[in-house]
């Protein structure tokens, strides 16, 4: 069986750091208010010449050096955003062209928050499909440009960055202790877009409009969907919460990464948070927390990872995978 292993991973970031304490002479919150609702401290934030391609480009390219690859072993790239440079060509082309590639394939895929496990996903396909043989699947977001800085509801919430991985074919056994993507779950539900939107675009205003969001709404759905796609990874592959060495969740909120974990009886010790440093980085958040628990050791060979997120539309998903 063809599985889709991680062969590098590679984050971005831009210059300035916003810390909560920056905020506090913005808008009406204070330090203590965020930290204590969503855990966030800091977030980071693009400046001029700063944009959802330029740090997709770089993560990639990190990937692609820890990979010990170049552009040209790349035969797809889909970079999963809400946030693209324009609304047509996509991000991906742009950083395709970024990399010097004029080979290949690219694309983007928005799924929002869950737009990274959804790409994992895609990507998974069309390596088993026989379609690509590398892919880069890269998360990347620039929130604070469709942000309402006088919203003190969803200006403290959101940061930029991106995050990228190179999956590789490999032969596996066809088991669970195979490395690679294991499975995917996804799932979205339509009934629920006007709890989690941006009140703009091409089609209906003409313009790019800000970030909406009814934040008791999605925290009331998140860990029952998140949960959902979870017992269906595990059902899936046979495994359980006791073969589970790490979970890594979308970066929106500690309250939600905590009751998710507690629901599941997965140990708070063996999920990695970054929500503290980067806020929510949407489709970059998963990419940007997975480097940096396999950065530093956590994460190793032969473990087994858990992928999570949950997004506007509503979209949610859980990718399970060996390292």
Not at 52 to 61: P, V
Not at 109 to 126: I, L
């Amino acid at each position: 069986m063809i599985r889709s292993v991680v062969r590098g991973f590679g984050t971005a970031l831009p210059k300035r750091v916003l810390t909560n304490r920056e905020l506090e002479s913005m808008v009406d919150t204070s330090d203590e208010w965020i930290v204590q609702r969503t855990g966030i401290r800091q977030r980071y934030i693009a400046g001029e010449g700063e944009t959802t391609a330029s740090l997709g480009a770089e993560a990639a390219r990190a990937a692609l050096d820890r990979a010990g690859l170049s552009p040209a072993d790349i035969d797809l790239i889909i970079v999963a955003t809400s946030t693209p440079d324009n609304t047509f060509p996509a991000t991906a082309v742009n950083i395709q062209n970024r990399l010097g590639m004029s080979h290949g394939y690219a694309f983007d895929m928005q799924a929002v928050c869950s737009g990274f496990v959804y790409a994992m996903a895609t990507a998974d396909a069309y390596i088993r499909g026989g379609m690509a043989r590398r892919v880069l699947v890269i998360g990347a977001e620039t929130f604070s440009r469709i942000l309402d800085w006088t919203d003190r509801t969803t200006c403290v919430l959101f940061g930029d960055g991106a995050g990228a991985v190179v999956l590789e074919a490999l032969e596996g056994e066809g088991t669970v202790a195979d490395r690679g993507v294991l499975t995917s779950q996804l799932r979205s539900d339509g009934a629920h877009r006007d709890k989690l939107y941006v009140d703009g675009g091409p089609s209906t205003t003409g313009t790019v409009g800000h970030l909406r969001m009814e934040g008791r709404e999605v925290f009331k759905h998140a860990v029952g969907m998140i949960t959902d796609v979870i017992v269906a990874a595990f059902d899936a592959t046979g495994l359980s919460v006791d073969d589970l060495d790490w979970m890594v969740p979308h970066q929106a909120n500690r309250r939600i990464i905590d009751g998710s974990a507690k629901k599941l009886g997965i140990p708070l010790e063996k999920v990695v948070v970054t929500v503290d440093l980067h806020g929510n980085t949407s489709a970059a958040s998963i990419p940007l927390a997975l480097a940096a628990a396999a950065g530093d050791g956590r994460i190793k060979e032969g473990d087994l990872v858990l992928l999570e997120a949950m997004g506007g539309g509503f979209t949610w998903g859980a990718v399970l995978l060996r390292w």
